[in-house]
């Protein structure tokens, strides 16, 4: 069964940072493109960012844009998203996406339904 393994969450004062991994033991999802999103309570599944599958393009939701950065290292079949300059609210759940669709693995999907598989979520919280 595919597993996504989400890391790095936790609780940090607004201003600072922290640096999400996923990890997955299926090298398919080295090809494809890969995603981030979240999820507050109270409130939808939202699009944070997404990388490609070479790792050449990327794109963010406009209220990361400028302090959140996604990479990935296909050789570990991982992909990170380092955030910078936190604020309370980007506190929620993060989880992270993978499809296995080839018609994604030179673009950036930033809609939900253009994934395949998910992670189980990791908390981020922010004080302020």
């Known amino acids: 069964q595919v597993q996504l393994v989400e890391s790095g969450g936790g609780l940090v004062q607004a201003g600072g940072s922290l640096r999400l991994s996923c990890a997955t033991s299926?090298?398919?999802?080295?090809?494809?493109?890969r995603g981030w999103f979240r999820q507050a309570p109270g409130k939808e599944r939202e699009f944070v960012a997404s990388i490609s599958g070479t790792g050449g393009s990327t794109f963010y939701g406009d209220s990361v844009k400028g302090r959140f950065t996604i990479s990935r290292d296909n050789a570990a079949n991982t992909v990170y998203l380092q955030m910078n300059s936190l604020k309370p609210a980007d506190t929620a759940v993060y989880y992270c996406?993978?499809?296995?669709?080839?018609?994604?693995?030179?673009?950036?999907?930033?809609?939900?339904?253009?994934?395949?598989?998910w992670g189980q979520g990791t908390q981020v919280t922010v004080s302020s």
């Open positions: 996406a993978a499809t296995t669709n080839i018609y994604y693995s030179g673009r950036t999907p930033s809609y939900r339904y253009e994934y395949d598989y």
């Open positions: 299926e090298r398919t999802f080295s090809s494809y493109a």
